[in-house]
C-alpha cells in the first residue's frame, strides 16, 4: 500500500508492505538504482546508508516496546529510507506509531504552524527522525517508571517476585540497546558527508541534532542499566539476608527438637528402675527438664546473636 503526503513541491511516499509491482513502479518513476528496490523488497535488512548523485538511503531499525501475553518486550521495526531533494520515500512491514503520528500532524501543517522550516526532503526526514526518536525516549522513560516501581516493591518485601520483573525490564534494555547502537555509526557518517550531498553544509546542524538525540537515548538507555544493575544487586541481597534468617530458624528449630527427642526417646527405652518413670512427678518432671533445655539453647543463640 503506498500513501502520498504533499506540501508545495514535496511529496513523502509512505510504502507499508509494498509488492513489486509497487516498488517497481517506484524505481521507475524516481530513476532509483535497482540495488535500492531490491534493498525494498528484502526485509529484514542490515542498518545501514548509501550516497548517491541525486538521493541517499538509509536503513533503520527501531527498537519497539510493545505488550505481549502480558508482559512487554522489544521488537525490531525496520524503516527504509530514500531521501531525494524534493521527495521522501519511507517503506515498512510494519504499523509503526510514530510514522502514522506524524502523517496526520504533517497533513494538518501542524509542523508548519509552529514554525518548523521545510524547505527540501531532507528537513521533512529530519523531523520524522525527531518523532521516531521521541517515541524511543518515551519507551525508556516506561521503563524507568517500572524500575522506579520495582524498587517500591522491593523495599515492600516482594523481592522473590521482583526477580521475574527485573530479568524481563534487563532483557529489554539488553535488546533496546543491541538495536539502537548502530544509529551511531550511520549518524557519524552522514554528517561526514552531509556537506558534498544534496542538502548543503547548513544540513550539517540538522544531523548534528539527530545524533544529540541519539546520545541522549543512549544514555537515558545506560543509564537505566546501571539502575537495574543496582537493583538487581539490591534484591538479591535482601532475598540472601531473607533465605540466611530462614536458615537460622530451622537451624534452632533443629538444636532445640534434636534433644528433646533424645530425652524423650531416653526415657521409652524398655529397661528396669528407669528414673522418674515410676515417680508420679515424672512425666511433669521430664517436660521441665525438655523447656530448660530448649529455652537454654534459645538463649545460647540468642547471646551469640546468631538469630
Known amino acids: 500500500m503506498i500513501t502520498t503526503h504533499t506540501h508545495r513541491n514535496l511529496v513523502w511516499l509512505d510504502l507499508q508492505s509494498p509488492n513489486n509491482e509497487e516498488i517497481s513502479g517506484i524505481v521507475k518513476r524516481y530513476g532509483l ?30 527498537p519497539v516496546r510493545v505488550r505481549e501475553d502480558g508482559i512487554y518486550k ?42 518548523q522550516k521545510i524547505e527540501h526532503a531532507g528537513h521533512l526526514f529530519y523531523y520524522m527522525i525527531k518523532r521516531i526518536y521521541s517515541g524511543m525516549i518515551n519507551d525508556l522513560k516506561n521503563i524507568n517508571s517500572a524500575l522506579t516501581a520495582s524498587e517500591n516493591h522491593i523495599f515492600k518485601g516482594d523481592e522473590r517476585e521482583m526477580v521475574e520483573v527485573l530479568s524481563n525490564l534487563n532483557r529489554e534494555l ?18 561526514d558527508s552531509v556537506e558534498k550531498d544534496l542538502f548543503g553544509k547548513e544540513y550539517v ?30 534484591n538479591d541481597s535482601l532475598l540472601n539476608s531473607k533465605q540466611n534468617q ?23 527405652i524398655p529397661a528396669l528402675r528407669v528414673p522418674l518413670i515410676s515417680s508420679s512427678y515424672g512425666w511433669p518432671m521430664i517436660l521441665i527438664i525438655m523447656i530448660i533445655l530448649a529455652t537454654g539453647i534459645w538463649w545460647i543463640f540468642k547471646k551469640k546473636r546468631w538469630l
Open 174 to 191: 539488553i535488546d533496546f540497546r543491541q538495536t539502537a547502537r548502530i544509529h551511531r555509526d550511520i549518524w557519524d557518517d552522514m554528517v
Open 74 to 115: 522489544i521488537v525490531d521495526r525496520e524503516i527504509d529510507f530514500i531521501i531525494g531533494k524534493n521527495f521522501l520515500i519511507t517503506s515498512r512491514a510494519e504499523t509503526i506509531e510514530q510514522i502514522d503520528y506524524f502523517a496526520k500532524i504533517f497533513d494538518a501543517n501542524a509542523i508548519l504552524d509552529k514554525g
Open 205 to 234: 546542524s540538522y544531523v548534528s541534532d539527530i545524533k544529540t538525540d541519539f546520545e541522549q537515548i543512549y544514555e537515558l538507555s545506560a543509564n537505566a542499566r546501571e539502575l537495574i544493575d543496582d537493583l538487581r544487586e539490591t
Open 246 to 268: 530462614t536458615m537460622r530458624v530451622l537451624t534452632l528449630a533443629t538444636f532445640i527438637f534434636q534433644p528433646i527427642t533424645f530425652i524423650a526417646a531416653l526415657f521409652t
Open 33 to 62: 538504482n535497482p540495488l535500492v528496490g531490491e534493498e525494498l523488497k528484502d526485509s529484514p535488512s542490515r542498518a545501514k546508508i548509501d550516497f548517491y548523485k541525486e538521493y541517499l538511503m538509509i536503513i533503520l531499525t527501531v
